[in-house]
């Protein structure tokens, strides 16, 4: 903290400005459903302990991830075990109904508005060996994205929360896409000891996966199309394909990314996709 505090600079994070960690609540966890692990943990784990990402597979001794943390953060993590590294996640400062980079998954945890202290923020993305950094009472990065023309799946503000991330302890709410209700996704959740609430969900249809081909390529876009479930392809319909083990996990990731790019709700920063005339909403608490 103290490394990244004295490379930051700018006015404070306003306060109910929260930071969010995106990602696929239907996907597997050392073998497990995800939120059946995170039920029987309590804790959001880093890659360094889970191995898996919906990003890069680099945390490990001397791959991309333990370089880039090495560089951030002064080695301060260099022979740190994995459970005592940093949670991945962004700052929502657009307060978008999705979280703050749908990139990395469809639904997300909504943090504390305490979190904001023991986190350290850059932009871009770590990956890019950025060289602008903030902390909450430091915050030059959102003037930085939003002068930015990156693509909106990459225009994110990257947090780092250290300390670990405790479910009953850090969370306010866990996100999830519509398209999860009534089924077992929403069943897992509930187990959880954080409230459930929910976004419109993300919709794209056949055609437009092709219109946007060019986004990922034609293949992803006849991929999104195989799988299609009348017409449309939703987080869910993902979800399943990646669960039958017949598909290639990056290639499904590629679909994902044009699906988050165009087929996201209303009250998003980059809405490019009618919605089926859905009505946009802020997360509340379900019933």
């Known amino acids: 903290m103290s490394h990244v505090a004295a490379a930051s600079q700018g006015p404070p994070v306003e306060p109910d400005v929260r930071i969010t960690l995106n990602f696929h609540p239907d996907r597997l966890a050392r073998g497990l459903p995800l939120l059946e692990a995170l039920a029987r943990d309590g804790v959001y784990h880093s890659q360094f302990v889970t191995g898996t990402s919906n990003g890069g597979l680099t945390a490990h001794p001397g791959g991309d991830r ?39 998954g469809s639904s997300y945890f909504r943090l504390t508005g ?17 060289v602008n950094f ?20 990459d225009d994110y503000i990257e947090a780092q929360v250290h300390g670990g991330v405790d479910l009953t302890r850090d969370v306010e709410a866990l996100v999830l896409d519509a398209s999860y209700r009534n089924t077992p996704v929403e069943a897992a959740a509930r187990l959880l000891p954080v409230p459930v609430e929910w976004h419109p969900g993300h919709r794209i249809t056949v055609a437009a996966l092709h219109r946007h081909a060019d986004y990922r390529g034609q293949e992803y ?3 999104g199309a195989s799988i299609a479930e009348d017409g449309l392809v939703d987080p869910r319909v993902i979800g399943d394909a990646a669960r039958t083990g017949r598909y290639e996990l990056q290639h499904l990731k590629m679909v994902w990314h044009t699906l ?28």
């Open 260 to 287: 988050a790019r165009f087929g996201a709700p209303r009250g998003t920063a980059h809405p490019e996709e009618a919605t089926g005339g859905r009505t946009p909403v802020v997360s509340t608490p379900s019933a």
């Open 114 to 130: 305490a979190s904001l202290a023991r986190a350290t923020f850059c932009y871009p993305d770590s990956a890019a060996e950025p």
């Open 134 to 153: 903030g902390v909450a009472a430091g915050m030059s990065l959102i003037a930085l994205a939003e002068a930015d023309e990156r693509d909106a799946l």
């Open 221 to 223: 876009a006849d991929l």
């Open 66 to 104: 333990w370089r880039w943390e090495s560089r951030i953060f002064g080695g301060a993590y260099d022979d740190a075990d994995a459970h005592e590294r940093p949670v991945y996640g962004a700052l929502n400062f657009r307060r978008q109904v999705v979280g703050a980079a749908p990139r990395f």
